[in-house]
């Protein structure tokens, strides 16, 4: 350890003789006659490795020298073994309770001394790796966080907590579920965007979903993905409260997006925009197979099924501002809303006809579901 360096402190040149004739060959070594003298050597560029430290000095005894760098950032780090002629218990235990590493008795054994010596810088060096070890495992966590917060905006935070929580396996699986399935799409949005800006139609598209996504996630619906201007979601998995609650969920979160719409349409009036977005709803609710779609390499948590092509073709025969809803999702939700039948209608792959209902309302609500600006 011939790297390391040993302050040896005492004002008495015959126990100073003796200890560097023990640590000389071993160590480089540093001589301090004063406890003044001992603080300035701790706080040098070249800081002492461990310190070998009597009590009995004047001006200055090595119990306040020993307290005074314990309390300074800058030195508190370094080991202080106390050489000392005072053997009462009482002195060790102050000793220690000032900080220091381990207490010696003068007269002192050489080979005791060099063990010892030995031993706290080997503790030393193990505990400042140990400490560096952590602060690179600090860092490596904050990192990982910070790209863990980043992925999650690419995943539904359902998806997103039942991974990191180890209760999903990323693997291609699938499984048949019955969900209620919402489609949106924004009336003849080609027509109505066709003379903007792209970062007029950015912002607006940005606001949009911004707004809808809030209030999908506080209802608790797994927003699948946004397809142009069409808005994918859909309730029963990966988390469910029952196929009946799912649904009432689901149309409690359309009504709420309609409501929504109705101040944004107003917000982009005042802004200068001639024809806000309309925005139209379909929900279905029937049996999907849901789960990771794709490859090995790259997958996709989705659903599939007619039942969800379903819901995307009643959105189609939705009014302006209006939900319109199968007659399974009726069934499920009859209790709760105010909602008109509307007949039939037929679905491409849907070999029977679909009986619809618009929704009005909400029953506990004093507002009909409000029907968007023309």
Not at 285 to 304: A, H, L, P, Q
Not at 330 to 341: F, K, N, P, S, T
Request: hydrophobic share 45%; net charge negative.
């Amino acid at each position: 350890m011939a790297d390391k360096t040993i302050l040896i402190v005492d004002d008495t040149p015959a126990n100073i003789a003796a200890a560097l004739a023990i640590l000389k060959d071993q160590y480089r070594t540093k001589v301090a006659t004063s406890g003044a003298k001992a603080l300035e050597h701790a706080r040098a560029g070249d800081k002492p490795d461990l310190i070998l430290l009597d009590v009995t000095m004047p001006d200055m005894d090595g119990y306040e020298v020993c307290a005074r760098l314990k309390a300074d950032p800058e030195t508190a780090a370094i080991p202080v073994v106390f050489l000392t002629a005072r053997t009462e218990a009482e002195d060790e235990a102050k000793g220690f309770e000032l900080g220091s590493v381990d207490y010696i008795h003068k007269p002192f054994n050489p080979t005791v001394v060099r063990a010892r010596v030995a031993t706290h810088l080997l503790l030393r060096d193990t505990l400042k790796a140990i400490e560096e070890r952590n602060a690179a495992l600090d860092e490596k966590t904050r990192m990982l966080e910070s790209l863990s917060v980043k992925l999650s905006k690419y995943l539904s935070p359902q998806v997103y907590a039942s991974i990191f929580a180890g209760s999903r396996d990323v693997e291609l699986a699938t499984e048949r579920k019955r969900l209620t399935v919402f489609f949106s799409d924004i009336k003849d949005f080609v027509a109505t965007t066709a003379d903007m800006q792209p970062e007029d139609l950015t912002a607006m598209l940005n606001r949009y979903f911004t707004a809808m996504s809030k209030i999908a996630l506080a209802h608790g619906a797994h927003i699948d993905k946004f397809i142009g201007d069409a808005m994918l979601m859909f309730f029963g998995d990966p988390e469910t409260k029952g196929v009946e609650e799912d649904a009432q969920a689901c149309v409690r979160m359309a009504v709420a997006m309609q409501r929504q719409m109705v101040e944004l349409q107003r917000e982009w009036h005042a802004s200068g925009f001639e024809q806000p977005f309309q925005m139209r709803i379909g929900i279905n609710t029937g049996y999907c197979n849901v789960g990771n779609f794709g490859s090995e390499d790259r997958m996709d948590y989705t659903i599939i099924g007619a039942e969800v092509n379903l819901a995307a073709r009643i959105q189609t025969d939705a009014d302006p501002g209006g939900i319109l809803i199968s007659y399974p999702t009726w069934a499920l939700v009859r209790d709760i809303v105010r909602a008109e039948e509307r007949g039939s209608i037929a679905a491409k792959g849907i070999r029977r006809e679909v009986r619809v209902f618009a929704v009005a309302g909400i029953l506990d609500d004093h507002d009909p579901a409000p029907a968007a600006r023309p």
